[in-house]
């Protein structure tokens, strides 16, 4: 098992930046793939970007591309997702994830990752 807790959202304004941290517990030597979802109220859970837990490939759904940064810190067990020029549409519970099966970094579907953390609302004014 591995445990997923995000840290970081709040309410900020349009063009502001945020970071998010996602820390692993548990098995993370089992970890393959990490990544961030986000879900706005009315609408399902949706990919925004990943990365392998042993290789630097990442992916990123094209509304946050140029934007989002998603990183990481072996060391920490962290995950991180530095978000710049927020829109009003970002706003969301931000989810991190991770999976612990040999899936491609572009696959998006939520099917295919195993652990979830209990989210952080991102909150972006105009």
């Known amino acids: 098992q591995v445990q997923l807790v995000e840290s970081g959202g709040g309410l900020v304004q349009a063009g502001d930046s945020l970071r998010l941290a996602c820390a692993a517990s548990?098995?993370?030597?089992?970890?393959?793939?990490m990544a961030w979802f986000r879900q706005a109220p009315g609408k399902e859970r949706a990919f925004v970007a990943a990365m392998y837990w042993r290789a630097d490939s990442t992916y990123y759904v094209d509304s946050v591309k140029g934007r989002f940064t998603i990183s990481k810190d072996r060391a920490k067990n962290t995950v991180y997702l530095q978000m710049n020029s927020l829109k009003p549409e970002d706003t969301a519970v931000y989810y991190c994830?991770?999976?612990?099966?040999?899936?491609?970094?572009?696959?998006?579907?939520?099917?295919?990752?195993?652990?979830w953390g209990q989210g952080t609302q991102v909150t972006v004014s105009s």
């Open positions: 994830a991770a999976d612990a099966r040999v899936y491609s970094v572009v696959d998006t579907l939520t099917s295919r990752y195993d652990y």
């Open positions: 548990g098995r993370t030597f089992n970890m393959h793939r």
